[in-house]
């Protein structure tokens, strides 16, 4: 693993560092692949950075959006994540319908949706199932309880490790989330962390020992790229 720290000046810096990021792994990968694929996040920090995505001429139709969590909301409910980046970004531009993978979230229950998500993902990538695929960006925020993704602490989704997606537990309301190794198998993983009330958490996410199953985003350990990219109030103490 290759783990990259930037602590930006402001949320604006915070920004621009991300799509530029972005902008490059995407362009690696269409030279490269053909496509580029890519897992969002939910949560109010990431917001800007689609609005901002949105402004880009890219090749949308060698573009792949899918969600590494979701809400099990439908999805014009005003807590999805694939509603707030439809809006912020994905209204805005002109992508391909079939190129835009959201959680299915409208199943019987949410463990058909994490199923049905997990298989799409599958059939997408065409896994043999022995591996897991490749996405090659995972987004991810991160909670003040350095939950990531929905991988919440001390829940039972911290314990799959045989799946892609499952369903995970935010206070009693089921979620649909990547499990840890399905987001370790990325190329890149980059995490988007703002604010001072991050601090605490990031403090035990960063320290040498610490219990996973009490700050879940110490699972995050891809085989590829780490990136965590903090704003000056979040990242205050790790600056280095
Ligand atoms: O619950 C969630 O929160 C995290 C962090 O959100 P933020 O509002 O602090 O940016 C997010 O990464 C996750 O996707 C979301 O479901």
Excluded: C
């Excluded at 509603?83 to 002109?94: G, P």
């Excluded at 703002?194 to 219990?211: E, H, I, Y």
């Amino acid at each position: 693993m290759n783990k990259t720290v930037e602590v930006l000046p402001d949320q604006p810096a915070l920004v621009a560092r991300a799509l530029e990021l972005i902008l490059s792994k995407l362009n690696s990968a269409i030279e490269q692949q053909g496509r580029f694929t890519i897992a969002l996040s939910g949560g109010s920090t990431p917001k800007p950075l689609y609005e901002a995505i949105a402004t880009q001429k890219l090749p949308w139709d060698k573009i792949h959006i899918f969600w590494g969590d979701e809400r099990y909301v439908p999805p014009d409910h005003p807590d999805s994540n694939e509603l707030m980046t439809r809006r912020a970004w994905l209204d805005r531009i002109d992508i391909p319908a079939a190129n835009i993978h959201p959680v299915p979230t409208l199943e019987a229950n949410p463990e058909l949706a994490a199923a049905k998500y997990e298989q799409h993902l599958k059939e997408f990538f065409n896994s043999s199932g022995v591996e897991f695929p490749a996405l090659d960006v995972v987004l991810l925020g991160m909670g003040d309880d350095a939950h990531t993704a929905s991988l919440f602490p001390h829940t039972e989704a911290l314990k799959v490790r045989d799946r892609l997606v499952t369903v995970g537990n935010k206070d009693g309301n089921p979620r649909i989330s990547f499990t840890y190794p399905f987001i370790n198998s990325a190329r890149s993983v980059i995490f988007l962390v703002a604010g001072a009330n991050k601090r605490p958490a990031l403090a035990q996410v960063f320290a040498p020992v610490a219990d996973d199953f009490t700050y879940p985003s110490r699972l995050i350990q891809p085989q590829g790229e780490l990136w965590w990219l903090l704003d000056a109030a979040a990242g205050l103490e790790l600056q280095h």
